[in-house]
């Protein structure tokens, strides 16, 4: 058997880590990237839907009969505004954790007991 020499040996190992470091990097990327688009498209049907309650409640606003009937609208609008922030807020945060959680899963053979954790 024929054995290499010590710093062909070292180059392997050297290109071997760094390309498991570039598939894993890889990996976590593509993650982010769905996961980017995925918020991309919660934050414009938020903008749609908060812009279509604001119009409407402007119409509503505009025929006003009393200036109660307005405090009224003006009161349930901002109700359902505050309703609707607090949602994507929490939509944008469970996406913000579950990013943060794929996007580390390549890397989870890396850390010392993690492997032996999860089995």
């Known amino acids: 058997m024929m054995m290499k020499p ?3 040996i070292t180059i392997d190992k050297v290109r071997d880590m760094s390309q498991g470091g570039m598939d894993m990097m890889l990996k976590s ?3 982010v990237s769905k996961t980017a ?9 938020y903008a749609k ?3 279509g309650a604001g119009t409407a ?4 606003l505009a025929k006003a009969p009393t200036p109660q009937a307005a405090m009224e609208i003006q009161t349930a609008y901002l109700k359902s505004a505050y309703e609707r922030s607090m949602a994507q807020a929490k939509t944008m945060a ?4 579950g990013l943060a959680k794929d996007m580390m899963k390549p890397f989870e053979g890396m850390i010392p007991g993690k492997a032996a954790a999860t089995a």
Not at 37 to 45: K, P
Not at 57 to 60: D, G, K, T
């Open 37 to 45: 688009q995925t918020m991309g498209i919660e934050w414009v049907d």
């Open 57 to 60: 409640a402007m119409q509503a």
């Open 29 to 31: 990327v593509g993650t």
């Open 94 to 97: 469970e996406l913000y954790q």
């Open 6 to 8: 010590f710093d062909q």
């Open 49 to 51: 839907d908060s812009m």
